[in-house]
T-cell receptor, first 114, second 116 residues
Framework: NAGVTQTPKFQVLKTGQSMTLQCAQD?????MSWYRQDPGMGLRLIHY???????DQGEVPNGYNVSRSTTEDFPLRLLSAAPSQTSVYFC?????????????FGPGTRLTVT | AQKVTQAQTEISVVEKEDVTLDCVYE???????LFWYKQPPSGELVFLIR??????QNEISGRYSWNFQKSTSSFNFTITASQVVDSAVYFC?????????????FGQGTTLQVKP
């Protein structure tokens, strides 16, 4: 059971380039989310999904695109990278546990846009 | 508005001291869930505790304890007899509402440094 996996771990992009951050989970969780972490700001929700084929925007969705064609995968696409997207990106998945909802986080992807 | 505030940006203590990390939240929902996560220097996020809004019992797990007070909208975290391995960034988070949508609202985080 690998949990939540993210690839790549590190990435450097030039302004204007596009790329996809991969996220996969093998726990059959319905819910998956993408967050970005910036110094002094905690984690902020970018996009989330409550099941295959269903996605919605979070707090900071601009410049990012997502799709959820399978339960297992939830890729995050940067359409045209900007320096403001330099951040650490975390993917998470969750299910409804007794008494609440526990989110499992991937190890993160550190992205630098120059 | 739904918000989580961790007013302490950085805390530095000497090993074996007790330390309390503050968390204040805002939500209009009557059902909600609160979490604490630990982020050690290696960068991963480690789940510590989940608490629902109907359970105000304090919880103790080894050297860790949590004090949930709805009257003050606070969910504070205390580490007793701190150790160097407790050095990390700690996040408080809110899952508003009774339905899980995979959404968490995080505080800004508190960096705890425990010196030997």
């Amino acid at each position: 059971n690998a949990g939540v996996t993210q690839t790549p771990k590190f990435q450097v992009l030039k302004t204007g380039q596009s790329m996809t951050l991969q996220c996969a989970q093998d726990m059959n969780h319905e819910y998956m989310s993408w967050y970005r972490q910036d110094p002094g700001m905690g984690l902020r929700l970018i996009h989330y999904s409550v099941g295959a084929g269903i996605t919605d925007q979070g707090e900071v969705p601009n410049g990012y695109n997502v799709s959820r064609s399978t339960t297992e995968d939830f890729p995050l696409r940067l359409l045209s990278a900007a320096p403001s997207q330099t951040s650490v990106y975390f993917c998470a998945s969750s299910y409804r546990a007794s008494g609440g909802y526990e989110q499992y986080f991937g190890p993160g992807t550190r992205l630098t846009v120059t | 508005a739904q918000k989580v505030t961790q007013a302490q940006t950085e805390i530095s203590v000497v090993e074996k001291e007790d330390v309390t990390l503050d968390c204040v939240y805002e939500t209009r929902d009557t059902t909600y869930y609160l979490f604490w996560y630990k982020q050690p220097p290696s960068g991963e996020l480690v789940f510590l505790i989940r608490r629902n809004s109907f359970d105000e019992q304090n919880e103790i797990s080894g050297r860790y304890s949590w004090n949930f007070q709805k009257s003050t909208s606070s969910f504070n975290f205390t580490i007793t007899a701190s150790q160097v391995v407790d050095s990390a960034v700690y996040f408080c988070a809110l899952n508003p509402g009774s339905s899980n949508t995979g959404k968490l609202i995080f505080g800004q985080g508190t960096t705890l440094q425990v010196k030997p």
